[in-house]
C-alpha cells in the first residue's frame, strides 16, 4: 500500500512538472512574441540568433525609409529595402519591405524573386507583367491598386505615367533574393560567342550587354 501511494506521489509530481514545464513554456511564448536578429552571428534557416529582450526598445519596433541610401538600378529607378539586415526586428517573421522610386519612364527589369510579392502604388501609374511561357499577365496600376507576383514568377514594373512614381511591396521573406534577368545573362564570364548561340541573340549584343553590365568573356 505504501509502495502503491509512493508511485502515486511520484506520477502526480512528475504529472505537475509536466505541466509546469509547459506552461511555462507557452506563458513565455505568449509574453514575448519577437526576436530583434543578432546580424553579428550567423543566420540559420530559422533566422538569427536572438539579443537578449531587455536591449529592445520601442525604437526597434519602427524602421523608416526616410535618409536611408537606395540601391540605384540601371533604369532610373532606386529601391530601398527593409530585409532584416536594415530592420532587425523582422528575424524570424517570415516577412520584409521595400519601396521604389522610379522616374518618368523608370522600371525594374523583367527579374523574379524567391518570395510571394504584393505591390501597391502609392503614386503614379505603372504597367506591370507576370510572364509565363504561353501566356503573359498585363495590368495597369494607378494609386491604391494592389497586385500579388508569385515567388519564382518572371515579372516586371515600368512607370508608364507622367513625372514620378512609388510603390511599395511586401514579401513573404525577412531576406528576399532577387534575380534579375539581365544579370544572369550578361553580368558573367560565358564566352560571347557562346552565350548568343545559346541565347539566340546577336553576339553584337551580347557583347554591348556584357560592357554594360560588367561581363566579360
Known sequence: MNSSKEMMNSILILLLCALFSSTSHASSITRQNFCKADL???DTPSGYQCLPSDTVTAADFKYSFNGKPGIPLPSNTLIF??????????????????????????????H???????????EGQ?????????????NTLIPGDIMVFPKGQP??????????????????????????LYEELFANDVPSR??????????????????????TG
Do not use: W
Request: hydrophobic share 45%.
Open 40 to 42: 553579428n552571428r550567423p
Open 81 to 110: 529595402l527593409a530585409t532584416v539586415h536594415q530592420f532587425p526586428m523582422l528575424n524570424g517573421l517570415g516577412i520584409s519591405a521595400a519601396l521604389g522610386e522610379f522616374e518618368e519612364g523608370g522600371f525594374i527589369p523583367v
Open 112 to 122: 523574379d524573386d524567391d518570395a510571394n510579392k504584393i505591390v501597391m502604388v502609392i
Open 126 to 138: 505603372f504597367d506591370v507583367g507576370l510572364l509565363t511561357p504561353l501566356k503573359s499577365y498585363c
Open 155 to 180: 515579372h516586371y514594373l515600368m512607370n508608364s505615367g507622367r513625372g514620378k512614381a512609388v510603390a511599395v511591396a511586401a514579401y513573404s521573406s525577412p531576406n528576399p533574393v532577387f534575380r534579375f
Open 194 to 215: 557562346i552565350l548568343s548561340q545559346v541565347s539566340f541573340l546577336d553576339k553584337h549584343q551580347v557583347r554591348k550587354f556584357k560592357a554594360r553590365f560588367n561581363g
